[in-house]
């Protein structure tokens, strides 16, 4: 391999690491006018694609690479990915299964592997798989960003998330901790903070769609005028329904109890409560994204 | 442990692959090539890094096999996990000297081709409108730098680092080459995408090169452009190499060991959000500009300067300005552009030859938009979401000024 295209390899990518997508392009374009078979370069050109959301491409680009280098260990991992982001998780679980039986203990692939299996509900395997891989290597970041959302997902307290716990010890700045604790805080109903931490991840990444609607999420729910929905928000359907079983028997009860007026004024508060629980988290929404498409 | 009591805790636990790993490091250390060599391969076999493909690279070395090494050694760059070795670092670089198909250069000779050094004769009055910036400039960076004496009694220094930032094609390195040109001192421009493209060390030490150099060249200015790319944030880099890049930044940044006293660091940036906030502590670049796109006045300016030369009707150019809100400089370039080629194509299509006129550019306006409003729009993220932060203070303050917050 010349010197000249090894400049090329490197330079698209540290454009790649950047997020720099065109710029990474550019030079795996001007590597491949040298090479045009250039192994390396390929599979660039497919992860750039991946990085792109381009998982057609990406795939066909990435087959083409295999096709040349069965054995091209980051394209067979790249090739799982983009099954998995394509849905096709029979698919990813194959290609995963195939390098776990070539590196057995490679703990990142035990990871990705728990990911896929994560995406296809399976809770428990998932777990185990991270166990697995955090046996072999106990600071293996996505086992335990993995192990994190499963705790979400099964809506563990905050204080009893242990890999969160792990993840924020380790390295309490890194995205993928705060990104889980945002998500965690949410869950647990701590909305203030999921804001807080949010408004973090957005200082690092505001172009970001999934880290927008993060901070959307928690600004919506942090909101003063959300506070009276407080009950509805914590306990979900379950509190609606109590909500109306109650104002029923209340508004039934208190017939008798009360002046005709002061009645109608306990029912107008009843309903103006329903009205106002159903009608005003989307207005407030949409007024929070005020010129957010513009 | 010993190569022995390491096999024989393989025995117990033969997926440990950093057992494998000493164990391989002992072998080799004891000259057992053979043995070492396949326990790497298990070793890569097991879990794909790095480390396992240095040890192969030290085996092949130790037979004679140069080359072989040599390739093993850059594959293992690849990986997250690579950490230079000292030795194979020396073969690389004497390969640098003995093939020129490989060779690396790492030299002065490099310094001089990737960075730009002048003494540029752009000055602000050459910069159309942003007058509160060039106010703030010249307090901030340059009458210090001139007259060091009188800040110096108000315990004011000259020199340090000013972040230029804002939507790309506003103007950040014309402003920076107008604040050199200001200063009258020597200007080193660093093209940034090649540093990042260079090889392990070798970007460091173009770095360490660079700041050697300005600081024989005093007084002096340093601009980088995209500081971004050079100073991406580490908690985002997944390369050691990147990471290494920042510490050695901030180290020069820092003048470890020497003086930047009289060198003024300059660096433009279109993604503040990426450079690593270390570099934005007091030292480095604590000041942090924001370079917003031109106001009414400079859009008029820019206009009437780029249509100079060009058959035009007479123009009210403030109201034509009044419709480029947002417009950075590029934008209006590439609106006169497109205004030409209307002209021309009717022209080339038998229409009589007539200048451009105001219509001519109101119709290019319906076919494009200002480039800066994706920016803004991430901006307004930052503003609305991230709040709290007084670095984007300015931009916000832009951004409520033209009703975008």
Request: negative net charge; aromatic residues 8%.
């Amino acid at each position: 391999m010349s010197a000249e295209l090894e400049r090329h390899i490197s330079e698209a990518s540290a454009w790649l690491e950047r997020d720099r997508l065109d710029r990474a392009a550019e030079a795996i374009a001007r590597g491949l006018a040298l090479d045009p078979n250039s192994v390396e370069l390929r599979y660039l050109g497919a992860l750039l694609e991946y990085e792109r959301d381009d998982f057609s491409a990406a795939a066909s680009a990435n087959d083409a690479v295999l096709r040349d280098a069965p054995a091209h260990y980051a394209a067979r991992v790249l090739a799982a990915r983009v099954a998995r982001a394509q849905t096709d998780l029979a698919r990813a679980e194959t290609i995963q299964l195939e390098l776990l039986s070539d590196y057995p203990a490679d703990e990142n692939l035990l990871a990705e592997y728990a990911l896929t299996v994560l995406h296809g509900g399976q809770f428990e395997k998932a777990s185990q798989l991270s166990a697995e891989a955090l046996r072999v290597n106990p600071s293996c970041q996505l086992a335990l960003v993995v192990l994190g959302y499963i705790d979400i997902l099964r809506e563990k307290p905050v204080n009893q998330q242990h890999a969160l716990q792990t993840l924020l010890q380790q390295n309490p700045s890194a995205r993928h901790a705060l990104n889980l604790l945002a998500h965690a805080q949410l869950g647990a109903h701590r909305p203030q903070d999921a804001r807080e931490v949010a408004a973090q991840l957005v200082r690092e990444q505001p172009n970001d769609p999934a880290t927008l609607s993060l901070a959307r999420a928690a600004r919506l729910q942090s909101h003063w005028s959300m506070l009276p929905l407080w009950p509805l928000m914590r306990y979900g359907w379950g509190a609606s329904i109590a909500l109306y079983v109650l104002g029923v028997v209340v508004i039934r009860g208190s017939r008798e109890m009360l002046s005709p007026n002061w009645h109608f004024a306990l029912v107008m508060l009843w309903v103006s409560y329903i009205i106002y629980s159903w009608i005003w988290p989307p207005l407030l929404k949409r007024w929070l994204e005020r010129g957010e498409k513009s | 442990m010993t190569a022995r009591e390491l096999e024989a805790a393989l025995l117990v636990n033969p997926f440990d692959t950093d057992l494998r790993l000493a164990y391989a490091r002992a072998l080799l250390d004891s000259h057992e090539l053979d043995a070492a060599r396949l326990q790497f391969e298990l070793c890569g076999k097991q879990s794909a890094s790095a480390r396992a493909l240095v040890g192969q690279a030290l085996i092949e070395m130790r037979l004679g096999a140069n080359d072989k090494a040599l390739k093993l050694y850059r594959l293992a760059r690849q990986f997250a996990d690579f950490s230079a070795d000292p030795t194979l670092e020396n073969l690389n670089d004497q390969a640098r000297t003995i093939g020129p198909e490989r060779a690396i250069p790492a030299s002065e000779a490099t310094l001089s081709a990737r960075v730009l050094i002048e003494r540029p004769r752009v000055r602000f009055n050459d910069v159309a409108g942003l007058e509160g910036l060039k106010k703030t400039l010249r307090l901030q960076i340059i009458e210090p730098f001139l007259k060091p004496g009188l800040f110096a009694r108000f315990k004011k220094t000259a020199g340090g680092g000013v972040l230029l930032y804002g939507p790309p094609g506003c103007g950040k390195t014309l402003m920076a080459r107008a604040v050199a040109g200001e200063c009258n001192a020597e200007f080193f421009s660093v093209g940034v995408s090649e540093i990042v493209s260079m090889w392990f060390g070798e970007s460091e030490s173009m770095l360490a090169q660079l700041f050697a150099k300005a600081r024989a060249h005093k007084p002096a200015v340093l601009f980088f452009d995209e500081l971004d790319a050079l100073a991406f944030s580490r908690a985002k880099a997944s390369s050691e190499h990147s990471r290494r890049i920042v510490n050695e930044f901030l180290a020069q940044l820092d003048g470890l060991g020497n003086d930047n006293a009289e060198i003024l660091i300059l660096a433009a940036t279109n993604m503040p959000w990426d450079v690593d906030p270390a570099m934005k502590r007091s030292g480095r670049f604590a000041r942090q500009v924001f370079v917003p796109p031109p106001d009414l006045q400079a859009r008029a300016d820019m206009l009437k300067m780029r249509l100079l030369d060009v058959p035009h009707e007479p123009l009210d150019h403030l109201r034509v300005a009044q419709e480029l809100t947002h417009f950075s400089g590029a934008d209006i370039d590439g609106l006169i552009d497109l205004a030409k080629e209307r002209v021309l194509s009717d022209i080339l299509d038998g229409a009589p030859e007539r200048p451009i006129s105001a219509r001519d550019l109101r119709d290019a306006l319906s076919e494009m938009s200002a480039s800066t409003l994706d920016w803004l729009r991430t901006a307004r993220n930052l503003v609305r979401y991230a709040g709290g932060d007084a670095s984007y203070r300015e931009v916000d303050v832009y951004l409520k000024a033209h009703g975008l917050a």
